[in-house]
């Protein structure tokens, strides 16, 4: 077995008194795609965010393809913290997309999606241009390329959010439910490019709170409550006859037919 793409182990972290990640476990290994659930303040976002980096956490460590992102390893057992720029090249392996859109309102959708690439990745501008439009086709936006957001529907601006992930290549992409603040009616095209994703092999993190998609796309549900891992394995066996009392109680309160039927 090769080693894990994204390895995290004895992870936490406090805000203040409040703990909000409790000690996290977790392994995923390139091409699985984790359903992340669990309820409001579980500590889902902050768990992604420490992944990224975006915010610091205070003990255990978060190996992206066995590199630590943190810090480094000075070779003498002692650990060095990144410099911005290692941080940043690191960074780049894992792509996040939120649940507000956060596309630069100033910017195209293609500009939106170039940006890294030229300013990140470095790559010549022709090169960027033409990934950027390849991104766009392939989330149905060719003929949106030269809009601007406030021109764009919530669910295009979250399919250009995609885009701009995935065209930076990255190693892993974390979706923070990328649909919760979407019309419903939008909901379903932008599943659907994550489906495609995952077909494709993309390895995920995806916290939603839609149950069906969940159960779809995952080869895996992993269940937080306060600050833990409460449940992990494949779909079927976290969320059909769930064994743990809080998981069953979070899931009957998103399906109330399953608790009737219980
Ligand atoms: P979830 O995404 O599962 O809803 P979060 O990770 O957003 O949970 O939040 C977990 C807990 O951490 C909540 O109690 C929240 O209020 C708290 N929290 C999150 N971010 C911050 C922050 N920057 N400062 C203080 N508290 C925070
Ligand atoms: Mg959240």
Redesign the pocket.
Known sequence: MSDPLVKISGLTKA??D?E??KGIDLEINTGQVVSLI????????????CINYL?EYDDGSVLIDGQEIAHKDTGNGTRQPRSERELSAIRAQVGMVFQLFYLYPHLSAIENVTLGLTKVRKLPKAQAQSMAEAWLERVGLSDKMNNMPSELSGGQQQRVGIARAVAMEPKVLLL??ITSALDPELVGEVLAVVQSLAKEGMTMIV?THEMTFARDVGNRVVF?DE?RVVADGLPSEVLDNPENERLRTFLSRLNPHLALEK
């Open positions: 805000f203040g409040v909000v990640l669990g309820p409001s303040g579980s500590g889902k976002t902050t768990l992604l965010r915010v923070d439910e916290v937080m600050g």
